[in-house]
């Protein structure tokens, strides 16, 4: 009996690491590509119109690495239409409102982009 009650903690040990370790890595995504056309920069971010399955969508991006926004000054509307290869993560940001409510914000942030 004492042997069975000690596998069962240990499986149970095991699962609660395993479940720890899987949660822990939520916020953490890999850089992705995409194809986009530059769309402009208002207050909120960075706008590209990116085409899938033959349909048009705004992705915005909020951040933008040092390095790209010296090689790109996309504050001009001169690359306003430019195509670009644009390589991005996003990162889930998780903050309470007053009553104590999460609320979850995704944040798109450029790494490289790529004159196309």
Do not use: P, R
């Amino acid at each position: 009996m004492k042997i069975f009650f000690l596998f069962a903690g240990i499986v149970m040990l095991f699962f609660s690491l395993t479940s720890f370790k899987i949660s822990n890595n939520t916020n953490l995504q890999d850089e992705q590509v995409i194809d986009g056309v530059y769309d402009g920069h208002e207050d909120y971010g960075y706008n590209f119109i990116v085409t899938s399955a033959d349909e048009e969508h705004t992705i915005t991006f909020q951040k933008v690495d040092e390095e790209v926004l010296k090689a790109f000054n996309l504050e001009e509307k001169t690359l306003v239409g430019t195509k670009f290869k644009i390589t991005y993560t996003t990162k889930i940001e998780v903050t309470k409102d007053d009553d104590g409510y999460e609320d979850e914000t995704e944040i798109n942030t450029i790494k490289k982009l790529e004159k196309l």
